[in-house]
C-alpha cells in the first residue's frame, strides 16, 4: 500500500474506515466499487449473504448511474452497457439480469479490497467470498456498520458523493477537471467555463477527516442543524483577506486545495478562527491531507488539486503550498483552545 494512503488507514481502529479507505481510495474501474458499496449498506447486518440477494440493487444502481453518464465505462461498450441501452427501450428487466449475472460478478468482489497499490490487512475486510457456493460470508467490521444506522447512511452519502464527482470529470471531459467552492456551492468549471453544481463539499471532503473537524479534531455530524456545535462548515484554510497575494503566487484560493471541513466553533465561533491564518502545525496537515488526493485517481480530486494550485505534481505541490503559507504566515498563527483526542 502506498505510504500516504497507509497513514490514513492506519490512524484510526473504527469500523468505518476500511470502507472510508476502500471508497476513497480504490480503483474507480467502471464505477463498480461504488455499486457494491451501496448493494452492500442496503443489506441488514447478517453472516452471509447470496450473490444474487445483492444483484439487484446492485444492478440497478449501475444503470441509474450507467443513464445519467455513459462515460464511465471507459473501456467502451460491452454486453452490459448494450443491454442497459435495450432496457431503456423495452424495459425487460429479466433479459437485463440475466445478462448481468454473467458480468458483475466476474471481478468485483475479487477487486473489492484493492486500495492503494495493495489491499488492506485481513483483519479489516469486510466480506470474505464463496465463490463455489456464490455466497460471501460477512466480517464483524462490516456488520458494525450495518447494524448502526446513523452510521450506514453517512457512508451511503459519501459514496454517492464521491461517485458524482467522479462522473462529473468523466461526462464533461474534465482533464484536468478543476473544482471550486463558490457561494456555498461546489462546482467545476469545464475548459469552456460552463459550472456544473456538485454535491456538497461537506460530503466529499468529510471522509478524508474521518469526520472530525479540522482544527479541533471534535466529531462532527452531517445531518445536525446550523446551530448545533457540531455542524460541518466549510473553510477557506488561507482566508479570503489574502486573495489578492495567493493569486499572485498562480493558486486559486477557492480551489479544493485550501478547503477543510470545520466544526462551527472553530469556524465562526466566539474563539474562531475567521480571517486569521492557522498555526504551521495546521498548515502541515493540510498539506498532508492534499498529499492524499494525489493518490486518488485521475478522474476525481487529484487534478482539481494540482491545477487550482498550478502544479503537475507532489513535489511541486509541496514546494507551492510552502510559499502559499510563507506568504501569510503571521508571527502567532490561531489555534482552538480546546482540543479533542485524534
Known amino acids: 500500500m502506498k505510504p500516504i494512503v497507509r497513514s490514513y488507514y492506519n490512524n484510526s481502529d473504527d469500523a468505518l474506515l476500511a470502507l472510508r479507505t476502500i471508497v476513497l481510495f480504490g480503483n474507480n474501474v467502471s464505477t463498480y466499487k461504488f455499486a457494491l458499496t451501496n448493494a452492500l449498506l442496503n443489506r441488514n447486518s447478517s453472516s452471509e449473504v447470496k450473490f444474487s440477494e445483492l444483484r439487484d440493487d446492485f444492478v440497478k444502481e449501475l444503470y441509474f448511474h450507467y443513464s445519467k453518464c455513459p462515460d464511465q465505462w ?34 468485483v468482489f475479487d477487486a473489492f479490497h484493492n486500495v492503494g497499490g495493495s489491499t488492506i490487512q485481513e483483519k479489516d ?16 467490521n462490516l456488520n458494525a456498520i450495518l447494524e448502526n444506522h446513523a452510521l450506514k447512511e453517512i457512508i451511503k452519502a459519501e459514496n454517492q458523493s ?55 479534531n471534535k466529531q462532527m455530524n452531517q445531518n445536525t442543524s446550523k446551530v448545533e456545535d457540531d455542524f460541518p462548515d ?5 482566508p479570503h ?18 478547503l477543510v471541513i470545520s466544526c462551527k466553533e472553530c469556524n465562526r465561533g466566539s474563539q474562531g478562527k475567521f480571517n486569521a ?59 482552538p483552545k480546546t482540543l479533542y483526542d485524534e
Not at 84 to 103: C, G, P, Q
Not at 178 to 194: P, Q, R, T
Not at 205 to 214: D, E
Not at 241 to 258: D, F, K, M, Q
Request: aromatic content about 12%; overall charge positive; some cysteine.
Open 74 to 107: 471507459v473501456a467502451g461498450k460491452n454486453s452490459l452497457t448494450e443491454a442497459f441501452d435495450r432496457y431503456k427501450l423495452d424495459s425487460d428487466w429479466e433479459t437485463l439480469i440475466n445478462v448481468a449475472e454473467r458480468n458483475i460478478y466476474n471481478n
Open 125 to 140: 475486510i469486510l466480506f470474505e467470498k464463496d465463490s463455489k457456493s456464490k455466497k460471501l460470508f460477512l466480517t464483524d
Open 241 to 258: 483577506s489574502y486573495a489578492t497575494r495567493i493569486e499572485l503566487l498562480g493558486a486559486n484560493i477557492n480551489g479544493v486545495w485550501n
Open 162 to 216: 464521491r461517485w458524482n464527482v467522479v462522473e462529473e470529470a468523466w461526462k464533461n471531459k474534465l482533464s484536468p477537471n478543476l473544482l471550486e467552492y463558490i457561494d456555498g456551492d461546489f462546482i467545476s468549471i469545464s475548459k469552456e467555463n460552463e459550472r456544473v453544481n456538485l454535491r456538497s463539499a461537506v460530503t466529499i471532503l468529510f471522509p478524508y477527516q474521518k469526520g472530525k473537524c479540522f482544527y479541533c
Open 277 to 335: 491564518p492557522a498555526e504551521k502545525t495546521y498548515f502541515e496537515k493540510l498539506l498532508k491531507r492534499n498529499l492524499f488526493f494525489t493518490e486518488e485517481h485521475k478522474h476525481s480530486l487529484k487534478n482539481s488539486v494540482l491545477i487550482s494550485l498550478g502544479v503537475k505534481n507532489t513535489f511541486e505541490l509541496t514546494s507551492k503550498m510552502n510559499l502559499l503559507y510563507k506568504n501569510t504566515e503571521i508571527l502567532v498563527g490561531w489555534k
Open 234 to 238: 466549510v473553510d477557506h484554510f488561507l
